[in-house]
């Protein structure tokens, strides 16, 4: 089974396609990316990017299940907005696709890869590296975070 987990946003997406084998081996981690789009592009175009980004990957990799961060209410208004408008390009673009869509709240990714649902950033980051090989040269939070999310789509189908 193949996963794609997405920590989205517009100006970084992060995204990672996680497999995991019937025999009961970890989770591996197939392709992993911060995709970003320049700030001096229009949003719609930036959105575009993303949804063709999107397209590509579900193309080359063939997940069935989207697993994607719900949003968090923070200060900023107009960047709530803006991240809310590339969370539904992804969706449509999965469901396009035909991809099974699960969403997960920042609580419960800490859950799912922690074990405690008010884990720091830096707890998150360390337990991912264990839980997966991942290369050394992934240094994105937002690669990580992907990672984290796909995980936790695998920790719920589990139970």
């Not at 992993?32 to 063709?52: M, Y």
């Amino acid at each position: 089974m193949r996963i794609l987990g997405i920590d989205p946003g517009f100006e970084r997406l992060g995204v990672a396609i996680l497999e995991k084998n019937k025999s009961g081996e970890k989770e591996r981690v197939i392709f992993s990316e911060c995709f970003k789009t320049s700030a001096k592009l229009d949003f719609a175009e930036r959105l575009n990017l993303i949804g063709e980004e999107i397209q590509r990957i579900i193309k080359e990799y063939r997940p069935e299940i989207l697993s994607i961060e719900t949003l968090f209410l923070n200060t900023n208004q107009k960047t709530v907005m803006r991240v809310a408008e590339a969370r539904g390009v992804v969706i449509y673009e999965a469901a396009q696709a035909g991809l099974k869509v699960f969403e997960a709240s920042p609580p419960q990714i800490k859950i799912a890869t922690t074990g405690y649902g008010r884990a720091n950033k830096e707890q998150m980051i360390k337990m991912v590296k264990i839980l997966v090989d991942v290369d050394s040269s992934k240094k994105s939070d937002d690669e990580l975070d992907a990672i984290a999310i796909a995980l936790t789509a695998f920790a719920h189908i589990r139970s």
